[in-house]
C-alpha cells in the first residue's frame, strides 16, 4: 500500500482546513490508496504529547474500531481528537468526566441511567411542544427578515430548535434558557477568532453549565417533578446520576446534541437550495428518509478519535498500544463500497447506513431519535412557511479541529 501524494505537513484536523472545506478529494485518495494512514502532526499540537495518530478513512474500518471498545478506547485520551495546543493534560482529564469519553463498565452504567429519558414516549412527549416551537421560530424569522427580505438562517432559525429541545428534555425554564444557549455557543467556538473566545473562557462557561445543572438536580432531589430530571437524580434505589454527574451529562447535551443538530439543519438547507429538484420533492412529498440523508450529506462531526488498547492490525496497518485513531466519519459517509453515488444530495436514499450518528457501539449517537425529530419538525415549518426560499450568499464555516460547522448562512424569500 503505497502513501497517498497529500503535501508534506497535510493534517485532516487542521482547522484552517475545515474552515475552508470539508477535504472529500483527499478522503476519497486516502480511501483507494492508504484507507489507515499515519498522519504526523508537531508534538503538542493537538494537546496530546504525541506525534501524531492514525486516520481511518474507509466505512468499514470506522465502525470496527467503534464497534470495539475493548481494543480502542474513548477514555484515554477522550474522544476529540484535537484540542487547542495550549491546553494542560489536567484540562484534558477532567472532560473524562462526560460520557462521550467513558469506556464500559462505566460508560454502560451511565447510558443505562441516561437512556430513561430517551426512550420513544419522552420523545413523543415533547414532540407537539417543538412543532409549535418550530413554526414560532419560522414566524418570527419571516417577521424579522430585512427590508430586501434576507436573513442569516444560521442565527434565526437554526440554532434555536436543537436548544429548546435540549431545554424543554431537562426542564430548563424559559428564563434561563437564553444563558444556557449562551454557554453552549461559547463551549465550541473556542476556536475560531473571529468570536475571540479563548479556551478559558470556554472552559468558564463549561463549567458554568455543570454548576447550573448541579443545582436543578439538587433541586429536583429535594423536590422531584414530572421531568428527566427526576426520573435521572430523583428516583428511590440505586442506579441514578449523582448531581455531577447530571452537570456533566447536560455538558455532552448542551455540544454533543445541540452543535450537532444545528450543523445539520443548517447543511440540510444548503444543501436543498443548492439542489433545487431536492427541495421541490421534499416540499411535495415530505419522505420520512430525508432526514438521514440530512445528517449523512452534513455528517455534523467530521471526526472523532479513540486510542489503542493492545497492539492491533487494521486496514493492513499495524497500530501500537498507545497511538491515537481518527475516525473519519466524513469520509465514511461518502465510501463509494457503501453508497451509490455518494456525493449526490438524494432525500429518497434507502437504505442509508451512514456513521452521522457514530459507528454502532457504546457510544451511538443516544439522541438519534430527537435529533431526527427536530430536523423533520423544523424543515416540515420552512416548507409550509418559506418554500421559496433562496440563497443570498455562500455559507461562512467554523474554524474547528472536528465540527463540520455553518456560522452564516445568508438567505432571501421572495
Same mark, same amino acid.
Given at each position: 500500500?503505497?502513501?497517498?501524494?497529500?503535501?508534506?505537513?497535510?493534517?485532516?484536523?487542521?482547522?484552517?482546513?475545515?474552515?475552508?472545506?470539508?477535504?472529500?478529494?483527499?478522503?476519497?485518495?486516502?480511501?483507494?490508496?492508504?484507507?489507515?494512514?499515519?498522519?504526523?502532526?508537531?508534538?503538542?499540537?493537538?494537546?496530546?504529547?504525541?506525534?501524531?495518530?492514525?486516520?481511518?478513512?474507509?466505512?468499514?474500518?470506522?465502525?470496527?474500531?467503534?464497534?470495539?471498545?475493548?481494543?480502542?478506547?474513548?477514555?484515554?485520551?477522550?474522544?476529540?481528537?484535537?484540542?487547542?495546543?495550549?491546553?494542560?493534560?489536567?484540562?484534558?482529564?477532567?472532560?473524562?468526566?462526560?460520557?462521550?469519553?467513558?469506556?464500559?463498565?462505566?460508560?454502560?452504567?451511565?447510558?443505562?441511567?441516561?437512556?430513561?429519558?430517551?426512550?420513544?414516549?419522552?420523545?413523543?412527549?415533547?414532540?407537539?411542544?417543538?412543532?409549535?416551537? $418550530?413554526?414560532?421560530?419560522?414566524?418570527?424569522?419571516?417577521?424579522?427578515?430585512?427590508?430586501?427580505?434576507?436573513?442569516?438562517?444560521?442565527?434565526?432559525?437554526?440554532?434555536?430548535?436543537?436548544?429548546?429541545?435540549?431545554?424543554?428534555?431537562?426542564?430548563?425554564?424559559?428564563?434561563?434558557?437564553?444563558?444556557?444557549?449562551?454557554?453552549?455557543?461559547?463551549?465550541?467556538?473556542?476556536?475560531?477568532?473571529?468570536?475571540?473566545?479563548?479556551?478559558?473562557?470556554?472552559?468558564?462557561?463549561?463549567?458554568?453549565?455543570?454548576?447550573?445543572?448541579?443545582?436543578?438536580?439538587?433541586?429536583?432531589?429535594?423536590?422531584?417533578?414530572?421531568?428527566?430530571?427526576?426520573?435521572?437524580?430523583? $428516583?428511590?434505589?440505586? =442506579?441514578?446520576?449523582?448531581?455531577?454527574?447530571? =452537570?456533566?451529562?447536560?455538558?455532552? &447535551?448542551?455540544?454533543?446534541?445541540?452543535?450537532?443538530?444545528?450543523?445539520?439543519?443548517?447543511?440540510?438547507?444548503?444543501?436543498?437550495?443548492?439542489?433545487?429538484?431536492?427541495?421541490?420533492?421534499?416540499?411535495?412529498?415530505?419522505?420520512?428518509? $430525508?432526514?438521514?440523508?440530512?445528517?449523512?450529506?452534513?455528517?455534523?462531526?467530521?471526526?472523532?478519535?479513540?486510542?489503542?488498547?493492545?497492539?492491533?492490525?487494521?486496514?493492513?496497518?499495524?497500530?501500537?498500544?498507545?497511538?491515537?485513531?481518527?475516525?473519519?466519519?466524513?469520509?465514511?459517509?461518502?465510501?463509494?463500497?457503501?453508497?451509490?453515488?455518494?456525493?449526490?444530495?438524494?432525500?429518497?436514499?434507502?437504505?442509508?447506513?451512514?456513521?452521522?450518528?457514530?459507528?454502532? =457501539?457504546?457510544?451511538?449517537?443516544?439522541?438519534?431519535?430527537?435529533?431526527?425529530?427536530?430536523?423533520?419538525?423544523?424543515?416540515? $415549518?420552512?416548507?409550509?412557511?418559506?418554500?421559496?426560499?433562496?440563497?443570498?450568499?455562500?455559507?461562512?464555516? &467554523?474554524?474547528?479541529?472536528?465540527?463540520?460547522?455553518?456560522?452564516?448562512?445568508?438567505?432571501?424569500?421572495?
Amino acid at each position: 500500500m503505497h502513501c497517498p501524494a497529500l503535501p508534506e505537513g497535510f493534517d485532516f484536523t487542521d482547522p484552517d482546513l475545515l474552515q475552508a472545506r470539508v477535504p472529500h478529494p483527499e478522503f476519497a485518495q486516502m480511501r483507494q490508496t492508504a484507507p489507515v494512514w499515519w498522519c504526523a502532526q508537531p508534538p503538542g499540537i493537538s494537546g496530546f504529547d504525541d506525534e501524531g495518530y492514525w486516520a481511518v478513512t474507509r466505512h468499514a474500518d470506522v465502525k470496527y474500531v467503534s464497534t470495539h471498545p475493548e481494543l480502542f478506547s474513548s477514555n484515554t485520551n477522550t474522544a476529540v481528537i484535537r484540542f487547542n495546543e495550549s491546553i494542560s493534560r489536567d484540562q484534558i482529564e477532567v472532560q473524562k468526566l462526560i460520557m462521550l469519553n467513558m469506556d464500559p463498565p462505566e460508560h454502560t452504567r451511565v447510558r443505562q441511567i441516561v437512556q430513561r429519558g430517551f426512550t420513544p414516549r419522552a420523545i413523543r412527549s415533547l414532540e407537539e411542544a417543538l412543532r409549535n416551537r $418550530a413554526r414560532s421560530i419560522v414566524e418570527t424569522a419571516i417577521a424579522g427578515a430585512a427590508d430586501d427580505n434576507t436573513f442569516d438562517f444560521v442565527t434565526n432559525i437554526a440554532v434555536e430548535l436543537p436548544l429548546q429541545a435540549i431545554a424543554e428534555l431537562i426542564g430548563v425554564p424559559q428564563e434561563d434558557r437564553t444563558k444556557i444557549f449562551d454557554w453552549s455557543n461559547k463551549m465550541a467556538a473556542y476556536d475560531d477568532p473571529e468570536y475571540a473566545i479563548t479556551e478559558e473562557v470556554g472552559t468558564e462557561a463549561a463549567m458554568e453549565i455543570v454548576t447550573y445543572a448541579m443545582n436543578l438536580a439538587a433541586a429536583r432531589k429535594e423536590c422531584p417533578a414530572k421531568d428527566i430530571v427526576s426520573q435521572l437524580v430523583a $428516583a428511590e434505589g440505586e =442506579g441514578n446520576l449523582g448531581s455531577d454527574e447530571f =452537570g456533566f451529562f447536560v455538558i455532552l &447535551l448542551a455540544v454533543a446534541g445541540n452543535e450537532t443538530t444545528r450543523n445539520a439543519i443548517s447543511h440540510g438547507m444548503h444543501a436543498f437550495l443548492t439542489h433545487p429538484e431536492q427541495w421541490e420533492l421534499y416540499k411535495r412529498d415530505r419522505p420520512e428518509t $430525508a432526514a438521514e440523508e440530512i445528517v449523512r450529506w452534513a455528517t455534523p462531526v467530521v471526526s472523532f478519535q479513540r486510542t489503542a488498547t493492545a497492539d492491533v492490525e487494521l486496514g493492513g496497518q499495524q497500530i501500537k498500544k498507545g497511538d491515537r485513531v481518527g475516525l473519519f466519519y466524513s469520509s465514511a459517509n461518502n465510501d463509494p463500497e457503501v453508497f451509490d453515488a455518494p456525493q449526490q444530495f438524494d432525500i429518497t436514499r434507502d437504505p442509508n447506513p451512514h456513521l452521522g450518528f457514530g459507528g454502532g =457501539g457504546p457510544h451511538f449517537c443516544l439522541g438519534k431519535s430527537l435529533a431526527v425529530l427536530e430536523i423533520n419538525l423544523i424543515f416540515n $415549518a420552512i416548507a409550509d412557511a418559506l418554500p421559496d426560499l433562496k440563497l443570498a450568499g455562500a455559507p461562512r464555516r &467554523l474554524r474547528s479541529a472536528w465540527l463540520n460547522g455553518i456560522k452564516e448562512l445568508q438567505v432571501s424569500r421572495d
